[in-house]
């Protein structure tokens, strides 16, 4: 089974600038949880969906958003970036049926410059 | 909010030694994970625990669901030089609610 592919591997973007992250996740996982990695914060969750609704959120600015596809696959956008928005945003797959086992991506490297 | 506490943020130990990490809330949770993550890439989920007391290995790592069910830890027993990486304990409240996670501990393996 193919894992889960994150694409793009690296972006650079400006401050001011939107940005959108894909994320195909593995054959039958209906789950699509995004998270973002920074040095000082560690693991943050931003969302996830399931069947393209989104069916948990974190507790970030509504500049975070995303959507899912009816094949499972999702995107992540951030509108007007910070320089804080500089993180690894990483994707993970899941069943979507409990027990926490979740499946993560290689992630995009974000900087803002 | 729930948060995991995982210390120290680094450890560095000779290879073949036994290493365990802990992980501590003063939240309750229904699971607990332990996942890696190496240099470039997302975290392996290692060991899922679903039962408070439930012990699990995985060939050399050992981890346990805290009783109180507030804490887990992890056991690598013989380690070796790919152990290295960011060990992180995760945790979730509920069916179907979102992970959280520790902030990492980092293990450095001497040959």
């Known amino acids: 089974k193919a894992g889960v592919t994150q694409t793009p591997r690296y972006l650079i973007k400006t401050r001011g600038q939107q940005v959108t992250l894909s994320c195909s996740p593995i054959?039958?996982?209906?789950?699509v949880s995004w998270y973002q990695q920074t040095p000082g914060q560690g693991l943050q969750f931003l969302f996830e969906?399931?069947?393209?609704?989104?069916?948990n959120k974190g507790n970030f600015p509504g500049r975070f958003s995303g959507r899912q596809f009816s094949n499972s696959r999702s995107e992540m956008n951030v509108s007007t970036l910070e320089l804080g928005d500089s993180a690894l945003y990483l994707c993970?797959?899941?069943?979507?049926?409990?027990?926490?086992?979740?499946?993560f991506g290689s992630g995009t490297q974000l900087s803002v410059l | 909010g729930q948060q995991l506490n995982q210390s120290p943020q680094s450890m560095f130990i000779q290879e073949g030694e036994d290493v365990s990490m802990n992980c501590t809330s003063s939240?309750?949770?229904?699971?607990w994970l332990w996942y890696k993550q190496d240099p470039g890439e997302g975290p392996v989920l290692l060991i899922a625990?679903?039962?408070?007391?439930e012990l699990t290995s995985n060939g050399r790592l050992t981890a346990q669901f805290g009783i109180t069910r507030k804490d887990s830890f992890l056991n690598i027993s013989a380690s070796i030089p790919s152990d290295v990486g960011i060990y992180f304990c995760?945790?979730?409240?509920?069916?179907?609610?979102?992970?959280?996670f520790g902030k990492g501990i980092t293990l450095s393996v001497r040959p």
């Open positions: 625990l679903y039962k408070a007391g």
């Open positions: 969906y399931f069947s393209e609704t989104q069916r």
């Open positions: 995760a945790a979730e409240s509920g069916a179907n609610s979102k992970l959280t």
């Open positions: 993970a797959s899941s069943p979507g049926t409990g027990g926490g086992k979740l499946f």
């Open positions: 054959s039958g996982h209906r789950s």
């Open positions: 939240s309750i949770f229904n699971t």
